[in-house]
């Protein structure tokens, strides 16, 4: 039973540091354009599709279109999953560096949230 637990937090984990680098991959993407980082929806770059919930799940969302636009059929870059699978390694990375907590955010010490914040936007800068 502890070792589903540890499981499903480690899950838990993966997914919050693919999320927040997803996030920072909207910022990295939109901030050189000028185009404001929290107004809108995210849109297909080829054909201007706003995009769905789902088809913006970290990392399950670019398996299940199989990396093109369900609107357009354009290829959406790897790159995109490629740091979306990083972000959920380095959350498992700084849980392993600076262990766990229950009583923290997402089972995260805070150390650990703020290191993954801190190469969450070193990823965005880069």
Known sequence: ????????LAAVQFMLGAALFSFFNVV????PRGKPVFAGRSACPA???ALSGWELAPVFGWLALRGRCR???APIAPRYLAVELLGGALALGCRARFGADLAGPFGLRWAALLALVFLGLLTAVA
């Open 47 to 49: 054909c201007g599709a």
């Open 71 to 73: 609107h357009c059929g």
């Open 28 to 31: 990295a993407w939109r901030v």
């Open 1 to 8: 039973m502890l070792y589903l637990l540890q499981f499903l």
